[in-house]
């Protein structure tokens, strides 16, 4: 079956700064790529997704690449704030199926 | 639109016990996934359900179980409960092929 890593597990980051999480995946038939927030005691949070046409996606502070060809992607957060202190978690989809495989998930904190 | 919503929100029980979750979907929305998510085996797959039909099965022994009503709500049993089995379980909607959104979960423990 399909298999995500996620790295790195935890992340500290100064206010202000960026921050770079990586997923990669095993199965070329996996066309969808969401990013989920998942804040303490609350539900995971769709933040931004990716499909496989496309190799980057950006909403405001909040940007996705993709690449194919090494079968991993890439969520990146500018100018960091205290709000982004969360766990963030990767997944994959295939083409066709609903069911999500997930990255073991990255603690970020923002230090102010 | 309204939420995708989960009852109960916690639940303690204990070993040996049966439980039923219940999700109710966004409207329009007609696939239903189920996840349980532990600190140890972090967010999985339990099963899809998609205009009352198991679309999609993990790998979860038979004990787990589901169903989907025809106004696409659903429901998760588990039987003869073991204390692995507490855990958070979420539920999400989707539009086919679309984004999948999260419920609250029911936060269940086994004791």
């Known amino acids: 079956g399909e298999n995500v890593e996620q790295h790195p597990s935890t992340l500290s980051v100064q206010e202000g700064d960026s921050a770079v999480i990586k997923c990669t995946y095993s199965?070329?038939?996996?066309?969808?790529f969401p990013w989920y927030k998942q804040e303490l005691g609350k539900r995971p949070q769709l933040i931004i997704d990716?499909?496989?046409?496309?190799g980057e996606k950006k909403d405001q502070r909040i940007a996705v690449t993709l690449n194919k060809t090494a079968k991993h992607f890439s969520l990146h957060i500018t100018e960091t704030q205290p709000e982004d202190s969360a766990v963030y978690f990767c997944?994959?989809?295939?083409?066709?199926?609903?069911?999500?495989?997930f990255g073991t998930g990255t603690r970020l904190t923002i230090i102010p | 639109k309204a939420g995708v919503t989960q009852t109960p929100r916690y639940l303690i029980k204990t070993r040996g016990q049966q439980v039923t979750l219940s999700c109710s979907p966004i409207s329009g929305h007609r696939s239903v996934s189920w996840y349980q998510q532990t600190p140890g085996q972090g967010l999985q797959f339990l099963f899809e359900y998609f205009s009352e039909t198991q679309r999609n099965k993990g790998n979860f022994p038979g004990r787990f179980s589901g169903r989907q009503f025809s106004n696409s709500r659903s429901e998760m049993n588990v039987s003869t409960l073991e204390l692995g089995d507490s855990a958070l379980y979420l539920c999400?909607?989707?539009?086919?092929?679309?984004?999948?959104?999260f419920g609250p979960g029911t936060r269940l423990t086994v004791t």
């Open positions: 199965d070329s038939a996996s066309n969808y």
């Open positions: 997944a994959v989809r295939p083409f066709g199926n609903e069911k999500l495989t």
């Open positions: 990716i499909r496989s046409n496309v």
């Open positions: 999400a909607s989707s539009w086919q092929g679309y984004e999948q959104y």
